[in-house]
C-alpha cells in the first residue's frame, strides 16, 4: 500500500506543482472575452457555471479508459502505477489543458482546426478523418459495457440488446439537443455517483489493506503475456493520456466565462480521472492476487465489466454497489454521447455549417448515427468484432494524442514558450503509436526487434524534422 499512498499523493501534489507551472506558461488572461460570451448561439455556445463545466468535461473525458482500462493495465503490475501517474501529470494533463485553451484563444475552434493552424492544411485534413473515425468508434465501443453492466443489475428479461437501444436512443437526443438541456442538467449527478465510487473503493483499499506489490520489490505479477512497451500504454489510455480527450476540450471552452478556470477544468479533470484510474488499478491489482484472471467455474477471462461489478458488490455492499455500478454505467455513456456530438462540430465546421438550425444538426446526425450504429451492430455480430473495434479504438486515440502533441509543441516554440513540456510527451507518444501498430495483432504483426526499431526510427524522423523546423522558424 506504500507504492499505490505515495502515488496517489503524487497526483495530487503534482496538480498544485506542475499544473501551477503549466497555467503559467499560458498565462491565462481573466480580462480576455470567452467564446461562450462573444458567440452565444444557445446550442453549443453558451456561459455555464464553472463546477459544472468541471463535471462535464470529467465525465466527458473518463468513458471506460479508468476503469476498464486501468483493470486492463494491472495485469502489467504495478508498472501500471508509474504510467498512471507520469502520463497524468506530464502528458495527459498538459495535452487536455493545452487542447482546451488553444480552442478558447480560437473561438471555440475544434481539434483539427487547430492541428491545422499549426501544422499545416495536410494535418487538419486527415485530423478531420482521423477525429471522426474515432468518434464513431466511441460511439460504438462504449454501448456494450455500460450495457452489459445495466443487464446484470435488471431483470432476466431485460437483456443486453434492450439496454444498447436504449443507450443509443440517448445518445441521439444528447447528441441533437442544446448543450444545457440534458448534458447541462443530468452530467452533475452522473459525475457524483462515479467520483462516490472512486472514493468508495479508495476508502475500501484502506479498510482492507490488501498485500498489494511494492514497487521496490518488482513490478509484482505480471498476467499479461504482451509486452509492456507499447501494450500497457494503449491499454491504459484515458487514465493517462488520451487522443478523444483533445476532441472533448473544445466542447466545454464553448462554455467557459473565463481562461482563469483552465487549470481546474482542464488540468485538473485529468488529474482527478488519473485519479480513479489508479485506484482501481490497484483494487483490479487485489483481484487477480484473489481470483486470476480467469473464472475458474466457466473458463472464460474476467472482463472488465466483471471485474469492476464483482469488486464493487465484494467491497461496498448491496447499495453501495449498485451505486457504484451507477457511476461506472454512466462513465462510458456520458463519453460516447459527447463524443458524437464532437463529432457534429467536427464535420459541422468543415462544412461551414452553422447548428443554431435543427434541421442541419439532423443533416449531419442522420448519416453520423447511421454509420456508428452500423459499427455497432458489427463489433455485436462477430465474436471478436469487439475487440477488434476497440483495439482500432485504442490506437486511433494514441495517434491523435501525437499529432495534438506535436500541434501545442509548435505553438509553444511560436509563442518563445518552454516547448520541452509538450516535446518530450510527442517524441514518447510517437514511439507508443507507430511501435503498436507494427507489433498488435491487428496492426502488422511484426516480430518485436523489427517494431522497436521501427518506433526508434520514427522517433529520430520526427526529432530531425522538429529541429530543422525550428531553426526556419527562428
Known sequence: MVTFSVALALLIVGYIVYGGFVNRIFSPDSNRTTPAVAMNDGVDYMPLPTWKIFMIQFLNIAGLGPIFGAIMGAQFGTASY???????????????????????????????????????????????LLSIILMV????????????????????????????????????????LPVDKIIGRIYPVFAIALLFMAFGVLVMLYVKSPDLPEMWQGFGTKYDKSPIFPMMFVSIACGAISGFHATQSPLMARCMKSERHCRPIFYGAMVTEGIVALIWAAAATWFFSEHGTVDAATGIPYSGAKVAT????????????????????????????TALRSARLI????????????RHRLMICLPLFLVTAATLVYSLADADGFKIIWRYFAWCNQTLSVFTLWA???????????????????????????????????????????????????VAIAFVWFLGWKRKVR
Not at 489543458?97 to 495536410?122: M, V
Not at 445495466?150 to 437483456?159: D, F, P, S, V
Not at 467491497?315 to 463519453?335: E, K, N, Q
Open 82 to 128: 508509474l504510467w498512471i501517474v507520469i502520463g497524468t501529470l506530464f502528458a495527459g494533463a498538459v495535452h487536455d489543458f493545452f487542447s482546451g485553451c488553444l480552442s478558447i484563444r480560437n473561438d471555440g475552434a475544434n481539434l483539427p482546426e487547430l492541428i491545422g493552424k499549426y501544422l499545416g492544411t495536410s494535418a487538419k485534413t486527415a485530423m478531420n
Open 137 to 176: 468508434l466511441v460511439g460504438a465501443v462504449f454501448v456494450s459495457g455500460p450495457a452489459e453492466l445495466l443487464a446484470g443489475m435488471t431483470h432476466n428479461t431485460i437483456n443486453v440488446n434492450f439496454w444498447i437501444v436504449v443507450i443509443f436512443l440517448y445518445y441521439i437526443l444528447a447528441t441533437l
Open 310 to 337: 464483482m469488486i464493487s458488490k465484494e467491497w461496498l455492499g448491496t447499495i453501495g454497489g449498485i451505486v457504484a455500478i451507477l457511476g461506472i454505467v454512466a462513465a462510458p455513456i456520458t463519453s460516447g454521447d
Open 347 to 358: 464535420i459541422a465546421d468543415f462544412l461551414h455549417m452553422e447548428q443554431k438550425s435543427m
Open 408 to 458: 501545442i509543441t509548435v505553438y509553444l516554440v511560436r509563442e518563445k514558450k518552454p516547448h520541452i513540456i509538450t516535446l518530450i510527451p510527442a517524441l514518447f507518444m510517437t514511439c507508443v503509436s507507430v511501435t503498436y501498430i507494427c507489433i498488435a495483432p491487428e496492426g502488422f504483426s511484426l516480430p518485436h526487434p523489427i517494431s522497436y526499431a521501427i518506433g526508434a526510427v520514427a
